[in-house]
């Protein structure tokens, strides 16, 4: 029988997700942002008594055929512009201000690397540069670069930055203690678009220190536990791939991408044609779209509003959770973009945090059970989210407790509901499909914002993306521009791509011929790209003219155990029981009983009608007055807007 671990690292909490055969558990714990590795092994520990009644790791890692690892500290560390200074060599000084094309990529390139940037003639002798790049080197590191991105611009650059390396090397050499870090642009991506490949570079040497110190970490440790298998990172692109194996600038979005993977296994499983994504965690909500099958990509990925050269899966997060902070700014009620996370977390959590967030707001409204909040393993401190709420909001407005409890749960669902209408066109074919530990919480409220009559809550919602990681192969891409479009040229490449799989893909411990190769061109005009896919790499020519500006792309596969849904198919629809009543404040002074059901314990078709209060495994939600709520056969939500009907 096949064990799964998949684990979910979010700005405030990590998710275990455990799957045995057909069974699937799964916890929780608080991030440890100083120290990635605690929550990580304080989860696995939970997970080992989950299975075995005690703490047994070693067993459990003995025993575990697959374990994947998703995180959103690369998505987190950009949103607050976490990390190093950076420092930046060109030799087209045009290039700069290609990075700058827009206030929001200016703003990013100024917060990463500012004034630390500098200009180098590759046209001078082998002594001349060597002169020229200390001086650039000494003065970006006197002026606080801790990573050095080289970037050679032109369709000769790769030869070029090889050329800078051999000397930058002669001159820091890596053995000696302060040697500037160093990450030359064609060696992380070989994308002939200067400004692509550099923001890319970029990008990824801003996430490596902390991705590099934290996954090596976790990985070395996973080994002294006598894990059996290696950890998996799982990537952006859908892939995982061993920590040795993955680029930093692979992580960002890797979380939500897992939810997205589990959206699309929803959207076949539920036959839905239009499933949008609300994977709302405690920093962050993200969004994504499946159509027809289909998860909606970006040839050339935006990441922070910066171009990239990967594709990357259509998400786009936006900085509203559970744990974003609200505040009164010129008389006016704010929620987000910045999150207290996990700690100090909200001030419910009595850890020292003293912001007000929606987990505050719901907990004195009586939605959240202190004795219930994710498995009753962390209490909850009204008393503190009142003091916070009336000291910050109450007050600041003018207005009562209970008001400002209103207003702040309207001003939440405002913030998702427009998150939404920036993403996508709500039809009335479109379903939202919400998770994440804050997805189910106000879900209602903002899909009638927005317009979209349908919602499905997965029952595994507060871990879904976690679970979602494990539909997951091995795999890798890799792309090279075609220099012309010959056969023989075509065929090098080729070859040279199939080589440096066969070679990554022998360090997963995987013999290339049990994997899947799959060859697409990438055809460049104006514009616009057009990816072309090739049943085999010599078809490339049929599809070319002379001048085109061409790159040849690999992506190599080799299947990894899968999670399945559970059972599908129409069911008879019977009333649901509640399991009691929870008083609830309905803004205006008053604290109506409300019906409360366990989702674990509701059957198949079991049917019911807001208001009402839904509680599953660490996550509750409100179902308002107007909305009908149905289990499915497979144990999951589906709830239709009535009050739209």
């Not at 082998?126 to 790049?133: H, T």
């Not at 009336?390 to 407005?397: D, H, N, Q, R, V």
């Not at 604290?591 to 059957?603: F, I, K, R």
């Amino acid at each position: 029988m096949t064990r799964l671990i998949n684990i979910d690292n979010g700005g405030t909490l990590t998710d275990f997700c455990f799957v045995d055969g057909g069974e699937v558990r799964y916890t929780k714990t608080l991030t440890t942002p100083y120290d990635l590795s605690r929550c990580l092994f304080d989860g696995l520990a939970k997970v080992s008594e989950l299975v075995y009644g005690e703490p047994r790791l070693a067993a459990l890692l003995q025993s575990t055929d697959c374990i994947r690892y998703s995180t959103t500290q690369g998505t987190n560390a950009l949103v607050q512009r976490a990390g190093p200074q950076l420092g930046l060599l060109i030799t087209d000084p045009t290039l700069f201000e290609g990075l700058a094309a827009t206030q929001a990529q200016e703003d990013l390139l100024t917060a990463l690397v500012g004034d630390r940037w500098g200009v180098i003639s590759l046209g001078a002798g082998e002594e001349a540069l060597s002169r020229d790049l200390l001086a650039r080197v000494n003065d970006l590191s006197a002026r606080g670069a801790r990573r050095l991105v080289i970037a050679v611009s032109g369709a000769d650059g790769a030869d070029g930055e090889a050329r800078v390396k051999g000397l930058l090397l002669r001159l820091y050499p890596r053995h000696l203690l302060g040697a500037v870090p160093l990450l030359f642009s064609w060696e992380l991506v070989a994308d002939p678009d200067d400004v692509r490949r550099t923001w890319s570079s970029l990008l990824n040497a801003f996430l490596h220190p902390a991705m590099e110190r934290f996954l090596f970490n976790a990985d070395r440790r996973l080994r002294d536990a006598r894990s059996r298998q290696p950890l998996r990172i799982f990537r952006n692109d859908g892939g995982s791939s061993r920590v040795s194996k993955s680029a930093a600038l692979k992580t960002y979005s890797s979380g939500p991408r897992g939810g997205l993977e589990g959206t699309r296994a929803l959207a076949g499983h539920y036959g839905l044609s239009h499933l949008v994504m609300l994977d709302v965690g405690g920093t962050t909500t993200d969004i994504g779209v499946v159509s027809d099958g289909a998860i909606h990509v970006d040839r050339r990925g935006m990441i922070e509003h910066a171009p990239s050269s990967l594709e990357l899966a259509a998400i786009t997060s936006y900085g509203i959770g559970g744990s974003s902070v609200f505040r009164v700014v010129d008389g006016r009620l704010t929620a987000g973009p910045d999150s207290v996370g996990a700690a100090p977390g909200p001030a419910c959590f009595g850890l020292g945090g003293d912001q007000a967030t929606i987990t505050d707001v719901l907990l004195l409204a009586g939605l959240l059970d202190p004795a219930t909040y994710l498995g009753g393993t962390l209490p909850l401190h009204p008393d503190r989210s009142a003091q916070v709420i009336e000291s910050k909001i109450a007050g600041p407005l003018g207005i009562t407790l209970d008001e400002a409890l209103r207003q702040m749960e309207d001003a939440y669902a405002e913030a998702i509901a427009h998150a939404l209408a920036a993403t996508t066109t709500v039809t009335g074919d479109t379903v939202l499909a919400a998770f994440g530990g804050a997805g189910p919480m106000t879900v209602c409220g903002a899909a009638r914002r927005a317009g979209a009559r349908q919602v499905l809550i997965p029952r595994m919602a507060a871990v879904f993306s976690a679970f979602g990681i494990g539909f997951s192969d091995l795999g890798q891409r890799y792309e090279q521009p075609l220099p012309a479009v010959d056969p023989a040229t075509i065929k090098q490449v080729a070859d040279h791509l199939l080589a440096l799989g066969a070679r990554d893909m022998f360090a997963e411990g995987i013999d290339a011929s049990a994997c899947t190769a799959r060859f697409m061109i990438t055809v460049e005009h104006e514009d616009s790209e057009q990816v072309i896919e090739l049943d085999d790499p010599q078809d490339a020519g049929t599809h070319l003219s002379p001048g085109d500006r061409v790159s040849l792309e690999l992506v190599l596969q080799a299947p990894l155990p899968h999670v399945t849904l559970g059972q599908g198919g129409d069911i008879a629809a019977s009333l649901a029981q509640a399991e009691g009543t929870r008083m609830l404040r309905d803004g205006r002074g008053g604290h109506p009983e409300t019906p409360v059901y366990a989702l674990l314990s509701l059957p198949p078709g079991a049917r019911a009608s807001g208001p009402a209060v839904i509680e599953g495994p660490f996550f509750t939600m409100r179902v308002p007055a107007g909305w009908q709520f149905d289990t499915t056969a497979a144990g999951d939500l589906r709830l239709t807007d009535r009050g739209q009907c």
